[in-house]
Nanobody, 126 residues
């Protein structure tokens, strides 16, 4: 059974930083691309960032480009999202997800992912 457990969310002021972590189990982590998505109240879930199985390729939403960095540590079965220069519009529940296919690229599409974490709340105060 695949499990994804996010951590690292919290309350931060505008301009601050947070690092989210997502620990994976139940699948050979190093063979699968990973993604981060977020959902704000009243809005649809949206893509934030993704990373290929090898870590060599990444993909970012325009809204976070240059502020957020996705990375992975295959030895620890963990993917990270470093978030800098946070803005109130970054407030959302953040979810990590693992792709359904082996050796995938850094997809932006939710249908490419088959397991999701429970989410971690990120709140950025003005």
């Amino acid at each position: 059974q695949v499990q994804l457990v996010e951590s690292g969310g919290g309350l931060v002021q505008t301009g601050g930083s947070l690092r989210l972590s997502c620990a994976a189990s139940g699948r050979t982590f190093s063979n699968y691309a990973m993604g981060w998505f977020r959902q704000a109240p009243g809005k649809e879930r949206e893509f934030v960032a993704s990373i290929a199985w090898s870590g060599s390729y990444t993909n970012y939403a325009d809204s976070v480009m240059g502020r957020f960095t996705i990375s992975r540590d295959n030895a620890k079965n963990t993917v990270y999202l470093q978030m800098n220069s946070l803005k109130p519009e970054d407030t959302a529940v953040y979810y990590c997800a693992i792709q359904k296919n082996l050796y995938g690229g850094p997809s932006r599409n939710t249908y490419a992912y088959d397991y999701w974490g429970q989410g971690t709340q990120v709140t950025v105060s003005p």
